[in-house]
């Protein structure tokens, strides 16, 4: 299936001397959606916890890929769970749903 999203690179700034900032940019790429797997816990909770293995293939990122924070899946952000470089593309498994800083809105 193919894959139209956003990832989400964070950017470290100095805002004064000793304070770092993180800016977070999206960057548009295209891939393919590798594997689907959607998983309900079972566990004793009241709301089961959603997890998925699903893996997304996407052009390799000219730069530094620890400064990936998320994809955008299904108009949500996903946490990056692990990548695997497979030149000229890297693979990466989503983890849990994005809750870190975002872009700023455009006016």
């Known amino acids: ?10 950017e470290q700034s100095e805002v004064s001397p000793g ?12 891939g393919t959606i590798e594997q689907r797997t959607e998983v309900l816990s079972d566990s ?3 709301l089961p916890r959603y997890r998925t293995t699903t ?3 996407v052009l390799s990122w000219p730069g530094d890929r620890s400064s990936i924070r998320y994809i955008t899946l299904w108009g949500t952000r996903w ?11 890297i693979v990466i498994y989503i983890g849990e749903e994005y809750h870190g800083p975002t872009p700023e809105p455009t006016p």
């Open 44 to 46: 004793d909770s009241v």
């Open 19 to 30: 304070v770092w900032e993180e800016t977070i940019t999206e960057v548009d790429v295209l």
């Open 1 to 10: 299936m193919r894959y139209s999203g956003k990832l989400g690179v964070a």
């Open 79 to 89: 946490t990056i769970g692990s990548m695997v470089e497979e030149h000229p593309k």
């Open 55 to 57: 893996s997304i293939s």
